[in-house]
T-cell receptor
């Protein structure tokens, strides 16, 4: 299994500002995924980040709001831009051990927007 | 889109009791996964299933991939207080180079000592 480190683990941010979340994996992986988990809810996929290409966003999520970088095979960032209280959620980074197999998650970033 | 119906939504059980939860869908999948999430943590993989009919155990946990490929269940035997958490099923159909996990809404388990 992959070891995934996310930073920060939590943050409280003012509305209108932006936060960049970092995800570091201990091994090279092709695909990395970013999820959002709203309070008391399940996980919703935001986007898939592939190294060397633009991220692929799911319906309801746009690049201007959630820009993603994937500079190499072990690292990715997700930025939550122009935040509002509705963005308060847990944001999770995930990787697959191999295409079509189990996914592993970081510990998440708990974001509160005030 | 694909949806997973996970039940029950929550459970309160006595320590030592067995627990059963399941996920169903109208769609076919070729991967079923079960995760546990504790407060302040990301989901932790418990069991992965890749074959219809497959029955897999991990300690006191047992999960099965339904024959129809549209459902899965997770059983926990002889529950203990540390089993408390939210359990999520997840499923994927990988084909033509695509792979996306769909998650159930979770089962919140409370264990009464």
């Amino acid at each position: 299994s992959a070891v995934i480190s996310q930073k920060p683990s939590r943050d409280i941010c003012q509305r209108g500002t932006s936060l960049t979340i970092q995800c570091q994996v201990d091994s090279q992986v092709t695909m990395m995924f970013w999820y959002r988990q709203q309070p008391g809810q399940s996980l919703t996929l935001i986007a898939t980040a592939n190294q060397g290409s633009e991220a692929t966003y799911e319906s309801g999520f746009v690049i201007d709001k959630f820009p993603i970088s994937r500079p190499n095979l072990t690292f990715s960032t997700l930025t939550v831009s122009n935040m509002s209280p509705e963005d308060s959620s847990i944001y999770l980074c995930s990787v697959e051990s191999a295409p079509g197999t189990e996914a592993f998650f970081g510990q998440g970033t708990r974001l509160t927007v005030v | 889109g694909q949806q997973l119906n996970q039940s029950p939504q929550s459970m309160f059980i006595q320590e030592g009791e067995d627990v059963s939860m399941n996920c169903t869908s109208s769609s076919i999948f070729n991967t079923w996964l079960w995760y546990k999430q504790e407060p302040g943590e990301g989901p932790v993989l418990l069991i992965a299933l890749y074959k219809a009919g497959e029955l897999t155990s991990n300690g006191r946990l047992t999960a099965q991939f339904g024959i129809t490929r549209k459902d899965s269940f997770l059983n926990i035997s002889a529950s203990i207080p540390s089993d408390v958490g939210i359990y999520f099923c997840a499923a994927a159909y990988s084909g033509a180079g695509s792979y996306q996990l769909t998650f159930g809404k979770g089962t919140k388990l409370s264990v009464i000592p």
